[in-house]
């Protein structure tokens, strides 16, 4: 009977299908002290969100773990290069809750472009900013993708139905994607940021990411949209906390270069001394991109399909290594 360590939660339906189906399922938050102290020696798989950290110090401590699976999309917070060595699968659920990131990324967006958040701070403070809170269209403007994988095309989708022209960065996408989604693809990143008033992230956290939103790049953002109007410079970004440089950001933010940002993921989580969250022209959430009920029970089906295809010797199809 495989055992089944579920650390940062899971959809109770699925916790019950894989206990039907014979599996030991225990679920437990570990701290990283646990974890460095074998607390999932005795587990034959473990299946983690964005909380739990596999490094290679609590794989070393985990020798019965042949699967790590991932709840969501990014895989940061495994060393996959660890769980290799260690002959340990590592799998992802990467199509399940991109509907749920799209829909998060656009509202931010919309939030941001009309004030939706300092409107609604300002109400309950009793304080009536009808004249202040002027917004603009996302129509008529230059939205730029930092990446372009699924979630971006879902969000192009929609922002070209709003009207917005999309340009993206991704050097490992080919050029004929993102034309089918009527999107201009680049091949340098500075593009975008001299380009577009509007720009979302979709990337992984890498080496090569990390700070990739800098002052440098923020500094060459145009504030006038390609319909020519002065609508300002926006930053949202959903995929992962560090590929923005927060200080970056707030600088933009005091000096007036950006208009607006909004942060679903941060550097350090939960971000409870971060002075953007003082600054009245930020806004954010505490990253829940995929915390939507319809995500979060197709993550669960396809979690189960994960661990029943590898305890029966397949390869899962959603293997990273």
């Not at 590592?90 to 919309?110: A, D, F, M, Q, Y």
């Not at 009207?163 to 050097?171: F, K, L, R, V």
């Not at 002052?215 to 504030?223: A, K, N, Q, S, Y």
Request: with cysteine; glycine share 10%; hydrophobic share 40%.
């Amino acid at each position: 009977m495989p055992r089944i360590a579920v650390t940062d939660g899971m959809d109770q339906r699925a916790i019950q299908s894989l206990r039907d189906a014979g599996h030991d399922v225990t679920e437990q938050h570990f701290t990283r002290e646990e974890l460095l102290e074998g607390a999932l020696a005795n587990f034959d798989a473990v299946v983690v969100r964005s909380a739990t950290k596999m490094r290679e110090d609590v794989i070393a401590k985990s020798p019965n773990l042949t699967f790590i699976g991932r709840g969501g999309v990014g895989v940061d917070n495994i060393d996959i290069a660890a769980a290799s060595e260690a002959g340990i699968v590592v799998c992802n659920t990467p199509r399940s809750s991109t509907h749920s990131v799209v829909e998060l990324t656009i509202g931010h967006l919309l939030a941001s472009c009309r004030h939706i958040p300092r409107g609604d701070r300002g109400l309950r403070q009793g304080i009536w900013e009808k004249k202040e809170l002027k917004g603009t269209e996302l129509s008529g403007k230059r939205l730029g993708f930092i990446g372009f994988g699924r979630i971006a095309q879902g969000v192009s989708t929609v922002a070209s139905a709003l009207g917005m022209e999309c340009h993206a960065y991704d050097p490992y996408l080919p050029d004929d994607i993102a034309r089918q989604f009527g999107c201009t693809l680049h091949q340098e990143v500075d593009a975008i940021f001299r380009m577009c008033t509007h720009i979302t992230i979709h990337c992984n956290l890498t080496e090569e990411t990390h700070h990739l939103v800098n002052e440098t790049r923020l500094d060459t953002m145009p504030g006038i949209g390609a319909d020519g109007v002065e609508c300002g410079n926006h930053i949202v970004n959903c995929a992962r906390g560090g590929i923005v440089d927060e200080d970056a950001i707030l600088s933009a933010l005091e000096s007036g270069k950006l208009t607006s940002a909004a942060l679903d993921v941060f550097e350090i989580e939960p971000p409870s001394d971060n002075p953007l969250l003082q600054h009245p022209a930020f806004h954010g959430t505490p990253h829940i991109g995929a915390a939507t009920a319809e995500a979060q029970f197709r993550i669960g089906q396809e979690m189960i399909t994960l661990l029943t295809d590898h305890f029966a010797g397949e390869r899962p199809h959603s293997a990273l290594n």
